[in-house]
């Protein structure tokens, strides 16, 4: 089966029919990029939050610019107020240190030695009333501060189970705009192709100036830089604009090439002795 020619449905139309088509293209082109760009941002705004919410980095993303979904930046504030329970937590472990239920059973027995009646004579002195009273206000205060600890238990109960209700949304969508890019990159990657056809057809059967395709994103930079694949069509536009020189002059430093050594001949050992040969052939 013969293949059809490059250009065979592009003969019998006129040049400047062609030409409107590849720069509606190249516009057309632009917008795809620039659509990739905000997936791109988006994505590893979602991947950063992600891996702040699991504990995987200490720092959350920038959202400063960025239009990125609610369910985002409310699990980047859940987060940081689910730290600063979990340190509030950590406080009430080391300070408390009598466990609450012998709080419990010493707060009550220093009430009721406080508040029974006795007979005078029996009654205590006034040095131990007030070591008991002292006591007893230190219990109380150490039952309200258990009191507050329970209460920051079950706030920091509800914060983690709605950050990881969350963090599943963010999963959810985040798999939703790795879909989005790879449809995004296959569309720009036909359109790419098709324009380099009008471009070639152009130069070859016609005198008029073409637009250049548009500079490939930071999303291709990246993919080259980390060793993915790409097409012909996104490597021929890194070439066009110089991708590939930037990322080769990061990537690689220029080592000045060694000189070798020259070899040196090692002397052969003569035979016979040194300055009497004449009188040894005499």
Do not use: C, W
Not at 125 to 138: D, G, H, W
Not at 165 to 191: F, G, P, W, Y
Request: charged share 30%; no cysteine.
């Amino acid at each position: 089966m013969s293949r059809k020619p490059l250009f065979e449905d592009l003969l019998n139309l006129p040049v400047e029919e062609v030409q409107a088509t590849y720069e509606g293209l190249l516009n057309t082109i632009k917008t795809h990029e620039e659509e990739r760009k905000k997936l791109f941002i988006n994505k590893r705004i979602h991947s950063e939050a992600i891996k702040f919410a699991v504990n995987k980095t200490p720092n959350p993303p920038s959202l400063e610019g960025n239009d990125v979904s609610d369910v985002v930046r409310v699990a980047v504030e859940e987060k940081m107020e689910f730290d600063v329970l979990i340190a509030q937590r950590d406080d009430f472990v080391q300070r408390l240190v009598i466990p609450k239920h012998r709080v419990e059973l010493n707060l009550s027995q220093f009430f009721e030695r406080l508040t029974q009646d006795k007979h005078y004579s029996e009654a205590p002195s006034l040095a131990s009333e007030l070591e008991m009273f002292s006591r007893f206000f230190e219990l109380q205060a150490m039952f309200d501060e258990y009191k507050e600890h329970a209460t920051t238990l079950a706030e920091l109960r509800t914060v983690r189970t709605s950050l990881l209700e969350h963090v599943k949304t963010i999963n959810r969508e985040d798999r939703k705009l790795a879909q989005e890019l790879a449809n995004n990159s296959e569309n720009s990657r036909k359109m790419r192709r098709e324009a380099g056809r009008l471009r070639s057809f152009l130069e070859s059967h016609a005198n008029i100036p073409t637009q250049q395709l548009p500079a490939p994103t930071e999303e291709l930079s990246q993919r080259l830089a980390s060793g993915q694949a790409l097409s012909m069509d996104e490597f021929a536009a890194m070439l066009e604009h110089g991708g590939l020189t930037d990322i080769k002059s990061t990537g690689e430093e220029s080592n000045p090439p060694k000189r070798k050594k020259a070899k040196q001949r090692k002397a052969a050992p003569r035979r016979g002795n040194i300055g009497h040969g004449s009188s040894n052939r005499a």
